[in-house]
C-alpha cells in the first residue's frame, strides 16, 4: 500500500468510528456484559448465571437481601411464623402491578410456587431449595402462608435468592411454562425496577426502566446488557470504555483494569467455597483420620497466592465470613502440615512401602479423580495431586469437559475424590449439600450420612429468634469442620470491576447491588 | 451437464444424511447430556423432570427418527437451552456469518491473488521473501490471539474500533456503524486464510509462466503486462479456484473463533454455544447446513471450472 493513502484511510475509518463509539457513553445508560442469550424466567432449568443478574431487574422476589444480607422486604412487607414452626405469613405490598399493569396480588405468589417451584414434574431451578414446602395457601389477595412439612427458619432468605415472582396471569393454560418463549425470551413481565425493551439474541439486552415501580422511578433510564462470551474481550471493552461493569473470573487479566483511572476494583463475597469431596461410598475416606490428612496435605495459602493472586482466604467450612452473624472461626483449623498428615494416615494404616508410596495390606493408597473444564478447576486439581503426591499418595487426575464431569461425578457418583465449589444463599441452612436425605440423589456429592450432623441441621432450621440461630449453627460449623464431610479449601474473593461512572451501587455483593438498583445514578 | 450435476447433487444429499446420522449418535451417546440437565445444583428428580420433557427417555434410534422426518419436511425441532425455534435462530445467525465470511473471503480472494502474483513476479527478491514470511505468519498466528491483540491495539490504545459486536447497542442502524464494527474481525479471518491463497496463486503463475503459451506470446512482442493478464493468469485461476474451495471449511472454523473473541452473533458462535450446552437440535442443524454450505460450493466450483477453462467439461 502506498504511504500516502494511509493518511486519507485513517481519517475515514477515524470518522466511522468515532460517533460509534461516543454513542456508547451516552447518559443516563449503564452498559453491562453477560456471557450467553438469557432466559427471562429465573425458575427456567435455562436460566444459569447468565440471566441472574438480568432477572434480578425485571423480577422481584417477596425479600430481597439487605446491605448485612439478611432478608428485608420486597413484594412481602412483613413476615412471621407460627409457633410449631411450621406456617409462615407473609404480608403481600399493596398497590405493587405487573409492568402489564395488571394488579399483583397472592394469586402470583401461590401460582409461583404451588405451579413452578413445587411442580415436580417441570424440575423448576431451586427447587430442592424447597424441600420442606408442602404448599403455599391465599389467606387473602395480599397474604400467603407457607405451610411446611419441617421447620424452615431459612425461608426468608432462600425467598431472596434470585426467587422471583412471576405474574399467574401469563402463564394461564401453558402447560409447560419454559417453552413459553412469548414469555421468556420477547416479552416477560415483572414488577421490578426495569423492563425488557429489546432483546437480540446474540447481541444485547435493553432495559428501560419501570416508570410505575413501587419503589420510586429508578434514576437510571436504560440498562444494556452485551453479550460477550469471552472474558478477555470483556477486558477490552471495560478497558476502552464500552462497558461499565464486569464480575472477573481469573484475576490474571486484573493487572491492565488496576492502573486504569477511570476504574475502581471491588472485592466482594458471595457464599461461596471450594472443596474436595471425597467419596463415602469408598471405605477408605470414611476414616476421619484420613480426611483430616489429606486436608492436612494440602497447602491452601500457597495455592490461594499462586492461582488466585491472593485474593482469597483459607475456608473452614460451608458458612462464608460474609454471614457476619453467624460464621464462625473458631473451629478446628488445618494448617498445611504434611508430617502430621502422614501420622495421621500411619495411624490409619497407610504407612509408606518400599518405594515410598503409601500402601495398606500391600495394596497402595491411590486415588482417582476426575476434574472437568471449567475456570481454574484443573490447574487446582493438578496443585491438589502435586501435595498429596508429596505425602505417598498416587492421584490419577481423568480431565474430561465439563458436562461428562457433571455426568460422572455429579450423577453417577463415580469418582473417588474431585474438587469443585458451591455457591449457595447467605444462609446458614446448608442442608440441601449436607443432609443424609441429599446424599446419591441431591446435592450432597461426597454422599456423607451422619445423623448426629442431620440432627444439628434440623436445629437449625428449627430456631426462632437470631440467638438460637447462632448458637445452633455453631454447634453445625463445629461438627463440619471436625468431621470433615467435605475438605474446605477457600473462600475466593468476587472481583467486580465497576466504571467510576456508576454511583449508588452497593458493595456488598452483586446480588444484593442488582435487587436495590433504583438507587444507581450515572455520574 | 444436467446428468452430472443431478449426480453430484444425489452424492451430496447421501454425504448429508451420513453427516446427519453419525453427528445425532456421537452427541446423543456421548457421556453427560444438555446443560438444563447436567447443572452442578440439579437434583435427580429435576433432571429426571427434565429428561421426561424433552424427550430423552426414549429410545436413540426412534429420537433420530423422528429428527429426521422433521428435518425433512423443514422442522428443525426446538432449541433446548433457549426454548426457540431452531430454524429462525439459525437463519438470524447465518446472515451473520454470510456478511463476516463473505467479506473475508472477499478480501483474501483480492489481497491474496494480488499478492501472489506480486510475489512470483519479484520471485527470489526482497518482496518476495516478505510476502512469504508473511504467509507463514499468517498461517502461524491463531485467530484468537491475532483478534486480541488488535482489539488491544485498536480498541483499548488507540479508541479508534470498537471490541465488540456487530452494531453500537442502543443506537440506530447505519452502514458505517457496520463497517467499523466488521473491520476488524474481517481482518483477522481474512489473514488467517490469505497465506493459502498467496502461495497457491504464487505457485500457479510461477508454473504456467514457464509455459511455452507464454514463452510464445513473449516472443510475439507483447508487453509483460499483457501477458501476465491475458494469458498466464487465465490459466493459472484453476488451481486457484481449487483452493477457494479448499479454505471453505476453514473460514467456518475460523468465524467460530473470530465470533467468539469480537461477540460476532453468527452461526460460529451459536454452533459452540450449543456444543457446549449440548443443545442438540442446534448441534444437528449447524452442523448439516455446514456441511451443505461446503458440499454445495463444491459443486459449484466444480462447475465454475468449466467456465474458465474450456476444456474442462462435465458429462
Redesign the interface.
Known amino acids: 500500500m502506498k504511504r500516502e493513502l494511509l493518511g486519507p484511510l485513517v481519517l475515514l475509518a477515524s470518522s466511522l468510528a468515532l460517533p460509534a463509539l461516543a454513542r456508547a457513553q451516552a447518559t443516563s445508560t449503564l452498559t453491562f456484559a453477560t456471557n450467553a442469550d438469557p432466559t427471562f424466567n429465573p425458575w427456567s432449568p435455562n436460566a444459569e448465571v447468565e440471566s441472574d443478574l438480568i432477572n434480578e431487574l425485571i423480577f422481584e422476589g417477596l425479600t430481597r437481601y439487605g446491605s448485612n444480607l439478611q432478608p428485608v422486604p420486597a413484594l412481602a412487607t412483613r413476615w412471621s411464623v407460627s409457633k410449631n414452626g411450621l406456617v409462615w405469613t407473609f404480608h403481600l405490598r399493596k398497590g405493587v402491578t405487573w409492568q402489564n399493569g395488571r394488579p399483583f396480588t397472592s394469586k402470583d405468589v401461590v401460582f409461583t410456587f404451588n405451579d413452578i417451584a413445587l411442580n415436580k414434574k417441570l424440575g423448576a431451578n431451586f427447587a430442592s431449595d424447597y424441600a420442606p414446602v408442602s404448599q403455599v395457601k391465599a389467606v387473602g389477595p395480599y397474604e400467603v402462608q407457607f405451610l411446611l412439612k419441617t421447620p424452615f427458619s431459612a425461608l426468608p432468605s432462600y425467598l431472596a435468592y434470585f426467587e422471583g415472582i412471576l405474574p399467574a396471569s401469563s402463564f394461564a393454560g401453558v402447560k409447560n411454562p419454559w417453552t413459553l418463549s412469548s414469555f421468556d425470551k420477547q416479552h416477560p413481565i415483572g414488577t421490578g425496577p426495569y423492563q425488557l425493551d429489546k432483546f437480540v439474541p446474540g447481541s444485547y439486552v435493553e432495559l428501560r426502566r419501570n416508570d410505575h415501580y413501587w419503589g420510586g422511578k429508578p434514576q437510571v433510564r436504560t440498562i444494556l446488557f452485551k453479550i460477550i462470551p469471552n472474558a478477555n474481550t470483556q477486558v477490552a471493552e471495560m478497558l476502552s470504555g464500552g462497558l461499565d461493569l464486569i464480575s472477573l473470573q481469573n484475576t490474571a487479566l486484573l493487572g491492565p483494569l488496576k492502573s486504569d483511572p477511570n476504574l475502581q476494583i471491588i472485592r466482594s463475597q458471595e457464599n461461596l467455597y471450594y472443596w474436595v469431596a471425597l467419596n463415602q461410598n469408598d471405605p477408605r475416606f470414611r476414616n476421619v483420620l484420613v480426611r483430616r490428612a489429606l486436608l492436612l496435605a494440602i497447602n491452601r495459602p500457597a495455592i490461594i497466592k499462586s492461582l488466585l493472586g491472593g485474593y482469597g482466604q483459607v475456608a473452614t467450612g460451608p458458612i462464608a465470613p460474609l454471614q457476619k452473624a453467624i460464621y464462625d472461626p473458631k473451629v478446628a483449623q488445618y494448617p498445611y502440615d504434611p508430617t502430621l498428615a502422614k501420622k495421621l494416615l500411619a495411624e490409619a494404616g497407610w504407612l509408606p512401602g518400599p518405594n515410598g508410596r503409601l500402601e495398606k495390606g500391600g495394596k497402595p493408597f491411590t486415588i482417582t479423580m476426575p476434574t472437568g473444564q471449567f475456570g481454574q478447576l484443573v490447574p487446582m486439581s493438578e496443585l491438589v495431586q502435586n501435595y498429596w503426591k508429596a505425602i505417598g499418595i498416587d492421584v490419577q487426575l481423568k480431565v474430561t469437559d465439563w458436562n461428562t464431569y457433571i455426568k460422572q461425578v455429579v450423577v453417577d457418583r463415580r469418582y473417588q475424590a474431585t474438587l469443585a465449589w458451591w455457591s449457595t444463599p447467605p444462609t446458614p441452612d446448608i442442608g440441601p449439600y449436607y443432609a443424609s436425605s441429599a446424599a446419591v440423589t441431591g446435592s450432597n456429592i461426597p454422599n456423607y450420612r451422619s445423623a448426629k450432623l442431620d440432627a444439628l441441621l434440623a436445629a437449625g432450621q428449627d430456631a426462632r429468634t437470631p440467638a438460637q440461630e447462632k448458637a445452633a449453627y455453631a454447634k453445625v460449623q463445629e461438627f463440619v469442620a471436625s468431621q470433615l464431610p467435605y475438605l474446605y479449601l477457600w473462600y475466593p474473593d468476587i472481583l467486580v470491576v465497576k466504571s467510576k461512572r456508576i454511583g449508588g451501587m452497593s458493595d456488598v455483593n452483586l446480588p444484593e447491588a442488582f435487587q436495590h438498583s433504583v438507587n444507581w445514578t450515572v455520574r | 451437464m444436467l446428468g452430472y450435476l443431478s449426480r453430484r447433487l444425489l452424492q451430496g444429499i447421501l454425504v448429508m444424511f451420513l453427516v446427519s446420522a453419525a453427528t445425532f449418535f456421537l452427541i446423543n451417546l ?4 444438555p ?16 429428561e ?2 424433552l424427550g430423552l427417555n426414549r429410545p436413540i434410534f426412534l429420537r433420530y427418527l423422528n429428527w429426521l422426518g422433521a428435518a425433512l419436511q423443514g422442522r428443525l425441532g ?1 432449541s ?5 425455534p431452531v430454524a429462525p ?1 439459525l437463519a ?2 447465518l446472515r ?1 456469518t454470510a456478511l463476516l465470511a463473505g467479506t473475508a473471503l472477499l478480501l483474501v480472494f483480492i489481497f491474496g491473488v494480488a499478492l501472489g502474483i506480486w510475489s512470483a513476479r519479484k520471485r527470489g527478491r526482497p518482496i518476495d521473501h516478505l510476502v512469504g514470511l508473511v504467509s507463514t505468519l499468517g498461517m502461524s498466528l491463531p485467530e484468537f490471539w491475532l483478534g ?1 491483540l488488535l ?2 491495539l485498536f ?2 490504545r488507540l ?13 440506530p442502524w447505519s452502514l ?2 457496520l ?3 466488521l ?1 476488524m474481525p474481517a481482518l483477522v479471518l481474512s489473514f488467517v486464510l490469505l497465506p493459502n491463497v498467496v502461495r497457491f496463486a504464487r505457485s500457479a503463475l510461477l508454473e504456467v509462466m514457464e509455459a511455452d503459451y507464454v514463452r510464445t506470446a513473449r516472443s510475439k512482442g507483447l508487453r509483460e503486462r499483457a501477458v501476465l493478464l491475458r494469458h498466464a493468469l487465465r490459466n493459472a485461476w484453476i488451481p486457484i479456484i481449487a483452493m477457494l474451495g479448499l479454505i471453505l471449511p476453514q473460514l467456518l472454523s475460523g468465524s467460530v473463533v473470530v465470533e ?4 460476532w ?2 452461526m460460529g ?2 454452533a ?2 450449543a456444543a ?1 450446552n ?1 443443545d442438540y437440535p442446534v448441534i444437528m442443524a449447524t452442523t448439516v447446513l455446514a456441511a451443505a454450505i461446503v458440499i454445495l460450493t463444491n459443486i459449484l466450483i466444480d462447475l465454475l471450472y468449466s467456465l474458465v477453462d474450456p476444456r474442462v467439461v462435465h458429462a
Not at chain 2, 80 to 84: A, N, R, T
Not at chain 2, 159 to 171: K, Q
Not at chain 2, 260 to 263: G, L, P, R
Request: hydrophobic content about 45%; proline content about 4%; charged content about 10%.
Open positions: 456421548a457421556p453427560g447430556g446443560s438444563s440437565l447436567m447443572n452442578l445444583n440439579s437434583t435427580a428428580q429435576q433432571r429426571a423432570a427434565l421426561q420433557q426446538n433446548l437451552s433457549q426454548g426457540e435462530l438470524q445467525r451473520h486480541t482489539i488491544m480498541s483499548v479508541h479508534f474500533l470498537p471490541a465488540s459486536g456487530m452494531l453500537t447497542v442502543g443506537a458505517s456503524d463497517l467499523v464494527h473491520l467468539s473473541v469480537f461477540a452473533p453468527g458462535r451459536l459452540v454455544q457446549m449440548r
